[in-house]
């Protein structure tokens, strides 16, 4: 089974998460961020495991973006910003039909998320949900990931190709 786990990460905590859970589905499993995951890379995949953190209670905005790119002073490092947003990939992503589960890092109280804008945008693209949306948590607003997490998320990966195999997945399994 091709994978790709695609993430947006400001400070390192999505993009470990994201390589947890593709070396949780094995080795035809890649992590990319949003600039590398697009034309041939995406053709063939069999599961898009999609995951960004949450900004302000949702999927950042490229306004968000900039914002973060000129007040976070306080950062123990600057935000990686060299990707496209994950907004401005989902919205460039072409049609398809493969399995899909989407993922976000963020504070365990957070009241909202990105796994639904991420979900519903994969959805209209043609692909079709193979796992409930999961929130990796971190324990501040640049992380760290709380304990146990990466562990977690391979787990979540390794879960994630038996629920991708086509007579698995259905439209139930985004809510």
């Known amino acids: 089974m091709k994978a790709l786990v695609v993430y947006e990460s400001l ?3 999505t993009a470990a998460i994201a390589g947890a ?3 949780g589905i ?3 499993a890649t992590a990319l961020p949003t600039g590398a995951a697009t034309g041939p890379v995406l053709e063939g995949v069999d599961l898009l495991v999609v995951g960004a953190p949450v900004l302000g209670f949702r999927l950042g905005t490229d306004e968000m973006l900039q914002e973060i790119a000129t007040s976070e002073r306080n950062a123990p490092s600057p935000p990686d910003l060299s990707q496209p947003s994950m ?3 989902l919205d460039a992503l072409p049609a398809g039909h493969a399995a899909f589960a989407a993922f976000e890092t963020g504070l365990w109280w957070s009241p909202g998320g990105a796994t639904g804008t991420i979900s519903k945008k994969l ?3 043609g692909y079709r949900a193979a796992g409930r949306p999961t929130r990796f948590v971190v324990k ?3 992380g760290p990931l709380r ?4 562990e977690r998320a391979m787990r979540w990966g390794a879960e ?3 629920a991708a195999r086509p007579d698995r997945a259905s439209p139930e399994a985004q809510t």
Not at 147 to 150: A, Q, R, T, W, Y
């Open 11 to 13: 400070w390192g905590n």
């Open 21 to 23: 859970i593709a070396r």
């Open 26 to 28: 094995g080795p035809d």
């Open 87 to 89: 907004r401005s990939w």
């Open 123 to 125: 959805a209209a693209a």
């Open 140 to 142: 501040g607003r640049y």
């Open 147 to 150: 304990d146990g997490e990466i």
């Open 160 to 162: 994630l190709t038996e």
